[in-house]
């Protein structure tokens, strides 16, 4: 089974709108850290947002907040007042277990959404 | 990039041909990770290394070597390239933090013909 499923492929949004991307995880680890992050046509891969599983609140940057909803497994990025240089394939993460010396902390990603924010 | 470096940018190889795509870091971490990218895919592990001295396999080793001689560089061979590692490959460090989360390079565009 997939441990993270990103379903929508491609979006558009409105400049100046909200848009929210939608990420769902599986692991019975219970503890994990789920990361968002936003790979532009340049290529590089830049993080935006942490929510660990013990975190009680969702987690804010700036524009960027995570919707985490525990019990449905689910880890939906929400991006507010859109602008153009949003354009890019965002990807959601996850890192399972404890943090420990030598523990090898990977990441497994989502396969994408490719987001395209129109004037 | 949080201080993580690649070389080369771009690469072309023909297949059965090696190489090593260098990775080198200032920030002085312990772990260090290869990633590869294909095509409308995230991105997949391929080695890591939790301390130096230290690999171990991720996810697609097969095809792979990795060196990671001491604490400020991790390099990754391939020893007989093959068309199906035509990918983008990153190199990422681990960050301890409020996020503990992974920095990357600027990746190396790969081409095998």
């Known amino acids: 089974a997939q441990k993270i499923t990103q379903t929508q492929p491609g979006m558009f949004v409105q400049e100046k709108e909200a848009v929210t991307l939608d990420c769902t995880y599986d692991?019975?680890?219970?503890?994990?850290?789920l990361f968002w992050y936003k790979q532009p046509s340049s290529g590089e891969m830049i993080f935006l947002i942490y929510?660990?599983?013990?975190?009680?609140q969702n987690a804010t940057e700036g524009r960027y907040s995570l919707n985490f909803q525990k019990a449905r497994k689910s880890a939906n990025l929400v991006i507010s007042a859109s602008q153009l240089g949003d354009s890019a394939m965002y990807f959601c993460?996850?890192?399972?277990?404890?943090?420990?010396?030598?523990?090898?902390?990977?990441?497994?990603f989502g396969s994408g959404t490719q987001l395209t924010v129109l004037p | 990039n949080a201080g993580v470096t690649q070389t080369p940018k771009f690469q072309v190889l023909k297949t059965g041909q090696s190489m090593t795509l260098q990775c080198a870091q200032d920030?002085?971490?312990?772990?260090m990770y290869w990633y590869r990218q294909d095509p409308g895919m995230g991105l997949r592990l391929i080695y890591y290394?939790?301390?130096?001295?230290?690999?171990d396999k991720g996810e697609v080793p097969n095809g792979y070597n990795v060196s990671r001689l001491n604490k400020r560089e991790f390099s990754l061979r391939l020893e007989s390239a093959a068309p199906s590692q035509t990918s983008v490959y990153f190199c990422?460090?681990?960050?301890?933090?409020?996020?503990?989360?992974?920095?990357f390079g600027p990746g190396t565009r790969l081409t095998v013909l």
């Open positions: 990422a460090i681990f960050l301890a933090g409020a996020a503990d989360t992974q920095y």
């Open positions: 929510q660990g599983s013990y975190d009680q």
């Open positions: 920030m002085n971490h312990n772990s």
């Open positions: 993460a996850m890192r399972e277990g404890r943090y420990g010396i030598g523990s090898a902390r990977q990441l497994t």
């Open positions: 692991t019975s680890d219970p503890s994990y850290g």
């Open positions: 290394s939790a301390s130096e001295g230290t690999t």
